[in-house]
């Protein structure tokens, strides 16, 4: 019913940049938050940063004045901009959202993308 997909992972060295997108597509009515987990191997997912749709984001301390998240709500895309890396953001980044659907209840519902792998070198 809702399909997200990531894109702009890669393989960075230290200092470097990124920018991820993501856009939500399907049987959409609304969408009130989206945004970015991550995973590194062997530990769970955590919040990266995320954005209600009047634009308030929401950042992990751990990636605070490094990484920016935006939003379309027109496209109902989200992005995040990933600055001065470092080996510890290596992880495999999702994008997530929380979705009304066109004809459904008037609760929202989280949906995740596939995730898009983001490789930091030292």
């Known amino acids: 019913q809702v399909q997200l997909v990531e894109s702009g992972g890669g393989l960075v060295q230290a200092g470097g940049s990124l920018r991820l997108s993501c856009a939500a597509s399907?049987?959409?009515?609304?969408?009130?938050?989206m945004g970015w987990y991550r995973q590194a191997p062997g530990k769970q997912r955590d919040l990266v940063a995320t954005i209600t749709r009047g634009g308030t984001p929401n950042y992990a301390d751990s990636v605070k004045g490094r990484f920016t998240v935006s939003r379309d709500n027109a496209k109902n895309t989200v992005d995040l901009q990933m600055n001065s890396l470092n080996p510890e953001d290596t992880a495999v980044y999702y994008c997530t959202a929380t979705v009304r659907l066109v004809g459904g209840s008037f609760y929202y519902s989280p949906y995740w993308g596939q995730g898009t792998q983001v490789t930091v070198s030292s």
């Open positions: 399907g049987n959409i009515f609304s969408i009130h938050t």
